[in-house]
């Protein structure tokens, strides 16, 4: 199996952040996904879109779109 280069992350909020950072840390790329526009991890995460909470279908073509192992 081989080694993820990006993790997704469930809310781009101030929770988030810090595990937002731990991820880019290790050298691999945050991808975070929260239903809030204007959230505060939108800045940090190598790369935000907005998803809601429940869209599962929209969470899977992130994942499929950007490679999310």
Avoid: W
Avoid at 10 to 21: C, E, K, T, V, Y
């Amino acid at each position: 199996m081989s080694k993820p280069d990006s993790v997704l992350v469930f809310g781009a909020g101030l929770l988030q952040l810090s595990m937002i950072r731990r991820i880019q840390e290790q050298g691999l790329k945050a991808i975070a996904i929260d239903p809030n526009p204007e959230a505060p991890g939108k800045e940090t995460a190598d790369l935000f879109k907005v998803v809601g909470g429940q869209d599962f279908e929209a969470t899977l073509e992130v994942c499929r779109r950007y490679e999310v192992s």
